[in-house]
């Protein structure tokens, strides 16, 4: 692993690592969080150490599609249709782990409301995870706290998504993807 810290370089011998590495994220206190494939196809994530050694192997669950982390020691993983349908973990669309690895929430959408089949963008801030799924691609707000808001936007399929101090830019999007569902004001 190659480190850029503010313009000091250095390289980071990782062992232990058992994974064909897909994703990867940087946790607070130098730590990493990595997702990939093994051999077995159980054990696919790792809680990678400042020292480069595998404190933790977990499994996240099939067809991760975004792996992030935030500040405050969470990880969020988004998955698509190849392991929401197949996956006890990934059926939730989306999951929060603690920084060990640990499973602490996953998505169930409130009634009324599409579940996640695919999630097309993603970001995360400290504490909040932002999401556009199909099929009706709304704008989902999940807060640590347990909050979660849906919106709706006229835009479906975004290719990207950021976020900043509570604003929202999505990148693109596919009209053709499917029209976005109204949602009730209730939930807006």
Same mark, same amino acid.
């Given at each position: *692993?190659?480190?850029?810290?503010?313009? &000091?370089?250095?390289?980071?011998?990782?062992?232990?690592?058992?994974?064909?590495?897909?994703?990867?994220?940087?946790?607070?206190?130098?730590?990493?969080? =990595?997702?990939?494939?093994?051999?077995?196809?159980?054990? @696919? !994530?790792?809680?990678?150490?400042? /020292?480069?050694?595998?404190?933790?192997?977990?499994?996240? %669950?099939?067809?991760?599609? #975004?792996? *992030?982390?935030?500040?405050?020691?969470?990880?969020?993983? !988004?998955?698509?249709?190849? %392991?929401?349908? =197949?996956?006890?973990?990934?059926?939730?669309?989306?999951?929060?782990?603690?920084?060990?690895? @640990?499973?602490?929430?996953?998505?169930?959408?409130?009634?009324?409301?599409?579940?996640?089949?695919?999630?097309?963008? #993603?970001?995360?801030?400290?504490?909040?995870?932002?999401? @556009?799924?199909?099929?009706?691609?709304?704008?989902?707000?999940?807060?640590?706290?347990?909050?979660?808001?849906?919106? &709706?936007?006229?835009?479906?399929?975004?290719?990207? *998504?950021?976020?900043?101090? %509570?604003?929202?830019?999505?990148?693109?999007? /596919?009209? !053709?993807? %499917?029209?976005?569902?109204?949602?009730?004001? /209730?939930? !807006?």
């Amino acid at each position: *692993m190659v480190i850029d810290n503010g313009g &000091s370089v250095r390289e980071q011998l990782w062992r232990d690592m058992r994974l064909r590495v897909t994703r990867l994220d940087a946790l607070p206190n130098g730590r990493f969080v =990595v997702q990939g494939h093994t051999p077995a196809g159980d054990r @696919n !994530a790792q809680i990678v150490g400042r /020292d480069g050694r595998c404190r933790r192997s977990f499994t996240m %669950g099939r067809a991760v599609e #975004f792996l *992030m982390a935030d500040r405050r020691h969470h990880v969020w993983s !988004a998955y698509f249709d190849e %392991g929401v349908y =197949v996956d006890p973990i990934s059926a939730a669309g989306l999951v929060r782990w603690d920084s060990g690895g @640990n499973r602490q929430w996953g998505y169930t959408p409130p009634e009324g409301t599409e579940y996640i089949d695919t999630v097309h963008a #993603f970001n995360v801030d400290d504490g909040v995870a932002w999401a @556009n799924y199909y099929p009706t691609f709304p704008l989902l707000e999940v807060r640590t706290d347990g909050g979660i808001r849906l919106r &709706s936007t006229p835009v479906a399929a975004p290719a990207g *998504m950021a976020v900043h101090e %509570g604003y929202v830019t999505m990148l693109g999007g /596919d009209r !053709a993807a %499917g029209s976005p569902a109204p949602l009730s004001p /209730d939930r !807006a």
